[in-house]
């Protein structure tokens, strides 16, 4: 059975190989045993001088469109819906009361979303300052198990490099695993 072989590209600061870039390619063999096979920091340059010049290992430089934004009513109907199953009836009343007004036409929603929609015209992604602000830098939870899932896994003691590289592997071909066997079904 011949080896399976995985690429993958990750960047930092703008894009698949941004400023700082790692490529992984990992093997596995018929015995389920991985390598791992990278190479980092400004590997844009280095596509095309001994790696090759295949166009599969060439990242996409079409942009990615612009992050929606949902219109006023449908966010205020989402909030509620999340609202509603939270508080006893009495208070939905209200809650629903305040929403109606931030919604009207002389309440702040409209000017609110105008400002939004103004941001989305002049950022690639309007949400993203604050998102970054909100679930990472000004959260005061313990960031590592309430936003990386992975954090949670018990401490694997790798001594040797090899054992670092099946490690990395093995996360990576979980990741692939999940990525085709649930989402893409």
């Not at 400023?19 to 590997?43: A, P």
């Not at 009343?93 to 929403?99: D, F, K, L, W, Y």
């Amino acid at each position: 059975m011949p080896a399976k072989v995985f690429r993958a590209f990750v960047g930092l600061d703008g894009g698949v190989c941004g400023e700082w870039s790692l490529f992984l390619e990992f093997e596995e063999n018929e015995n389920k045993e991985c390598w791992v096979f990278c190479g980092c920091s400004g590997f844009e340059k280095s596509i095309g001088k001994g790696m090759g010049t295949d166009a599969s290992l060439i990242p996409d430089d079409a942009p990615l469109p612009k992050l929606p934004l949902p219109p006023l009513q449908q966010t205020v109907d989402r909030y509620l819906d999340a609202v509603r199953p939270l508080v006893p009836p009495a208070a939905f009343e209200r809650t629903r009361n305040i929403a109606k007004a931030f919604a009207a036409p002389a309440g702040p929603g409209p000017r609110l979303q105008r400002a939004l929609e103004k941001r989305r015209e002049c950022t690639a992604n309007w949400a993203y300052e604050w998102w970054l602000a909100d679930m990472y830098l000004n959260n005061p939870l313990p960031l590592p198990i309430n936003s990386n899932p992975g954090m949670v896994f018990p401490p694997a003691v790798a001594r040797t490099a090899e054992e670092r590289a099946r490690f990395t592997a093995r996360m990576v071909l979980s990741a692939v695993r999940y990525q085709t066997d649930v989402l893409d079904k």
